[in-house]
Nanobody
Framework: QLQLVESGGGLVQPGGSLRLSCAAS????????IGWFRQAPGKEREGVSC????????NYADSVKGRFTISRDNAKNTVYLQMNSLKPEDTAIYYC??????????????WGQGTQVTVSS
């Protein structure tokens, strides 16, 4: 069964950090770009960041530039999203998704089930 599984979400205070993980099972991520998306209550799903299959290219939404860092460890079949200086407006369910190239929602082949991130004091 081909799956992406996110982990690492939780409750954090403003200014805090979390690291999300996106692990693949049933297939290798080596040939896939991985995107992170988020969806807050009542809002549309938005792209947060994407990393190419080689890891040589990354992109970020303006709202997270300088605070979030995407990386990958193909040996562990896992992609990470390091989130620093978190703000209440970062509160959302975070999803990872796989596609041959970084692209816009919803053009991804595989999606995880999501992990909740809540930023609140």
């Amino acid at each position: 069964q081909l799956q992406l599984v996110e982990s690492g979400g939780g409750l954090v205070q403003p200014g805090g950090s979390l690291r999300l993980s996106c692990a693949a099972s049933g297939f290798t991520l080596d040939y896939y770009a991985i995107g992170w998306f988020r969806q807050a209550p009542g809002k549309e799903r938005e792209g947060v960041s994407c990393i190419s299959s080689s890891g040589g290219s990354t992109n970020y939404a303006d709202s997270v530039k300088g605070r979030f860092t995407i990386s990958r460890d193909n040996a562990k079949n896992t992609v990470y999203l390091q989130m620093n200086s978190l703000k209440p407006e970062d509160t959302a369910i975070y999803y990872c998704a796989a596609s041959p190239l970084c692209t816009d929602f919803p053009g991804y082949d595989y999606w995880g089930q999501g992990t909740q991130v809540t930023v609140s004091s």
